[in-house]
């Protein structure tokens, strides 16, 4: 045999090989082993401080075009819920970043590891959902839009910034109880403030509430323009809801400072306003609404104080 046949012959059997080895890989694992620029995960090269990043707001959105059909991954099918309502889940939280920052994700946005996102196996997409870690008390809202983790044993896939902000960067994963928040669309959801007057109807006249600097209802302002007259000293309010809609903030803040005799104010931080009523003259003041709110339409409102 001469040396050019037996040069031929080693590259026919090293094509062969070849072929043999990428035919065990079937078509979409060749391509999602090349779509991304690394092989293995990591925390981006440089860092930005992410602690300050909000909370994904919950709101209605109609399910996504993409993403949302039962699908088969490594040969095992995954069935996706028709809805987020009342589910909860127990299990182990884990965190992707760098590697798929840019990329889409399942239901063809783009995943930007600074946001509150997430992935999770069966929940509709988007939803929301509420993620507590278990060992510290540490609570994150995100918004799923992606589809994973697919390693045994782990629940949801955390993007950067909520991984950072449940404290589990360095570990990996962490225990977590995932609740959804289900939004209703807006043409179903009640009117809040004639709920709570249907309420204070039913159960009589409404408690006498005083508050700090006076008991005359007041207008809505927002929080830079307080000024000492109005409150010259740290006192109780009760936070009834936040939204990302400054004109209905200002509009439901004035009918429930109306509502319940009571000042009112928006603060604002960054996009989201916060409606608060207040400030009230003692925590007792303030626990007397709060109960109403809980018992109505504004079951999420608490006491701040400052």
Request: glycine share 6%; net charge positive; with cysteine.
């Amino acid at each position: 045999m001469s040396e050019l046949s037996k040069v031929a012959g080693l590259l026919t059997a090293l094509a062969l090989l070849s072929g043999c080895a990428s035919s065990g890989m079937s078509k979409s694992d060749r391509y999602q082993a090349q779509r991304y620029h690394q092989a293995d995960d990591s925390a981006p090269v440089d860092p930005v401080d992410v602690s300050q990043v909000p909370d994904a707001v919950p709101k209605y959105e109609p399910k996504s075009r993409g993403g949302n059909r039962h699908y088969t991954v490594r040969g095992k099918h995954y069935q996706v819920m028709d809805s987020a309502e009342g589910f909860s889940e127990t299990g182990k939280a884990s965190w992707y970043g760098n590697k798929f920052h840019g990329h889409k994700t399942s239901n063809g946005e783009i995943y930007n590891m600074y946001a509150m996102s997430a992935a999770h196996k069966h929940l509709p997409l988007p939803s929301f959902v509420k993620v507590t870690r278990l060992d510290n008390g540490k609570q994150v809202i995100v918004r799923v839009n992606d589809r994973g983790p697919f390693h045994r044993g782990r629940i949801i896939d955390l993007s950067y910034a909520a991984a950072h902000k449940l404290g589990m960067l360095k570990t990996g994963t962490a225990a977590v109880k995932i609740e959804a928040i289900a939004v209703e669309p807006p043409w179903q959801q009640p009117d809040p403030i004639m709920a709570l007057v249907q309420q204070q109807q039913s159960e009589g006249p409404k408690l006498p509430i005083q508050v700090a600097a006076s008991s005359q209802p007041t207008v809505a302002t927002p929080a830079n323009q307080t000024s000492d007259t109005n409150i010259s000293h740290r006192n109780w309010f009760v936070q009834v809801a936040a939204t990302q809609d400054k004109a209905r903030a200002d509009h439901l803040i004035q009918q429930l400072a109306s509502l319940f005799d009571a000042q009112g104010r928006t603060v604002s931080e960054q996009k989201l306003h916060k409606i608060q009523l207040g400030p009230f003259a003692d925590e007792q003041d303030a626990n007397k609404l709060l109960e109403i709110l809980k018992k109505g339409e504004f079951s999420s409102a608490f006491k701040v104080y400052h």
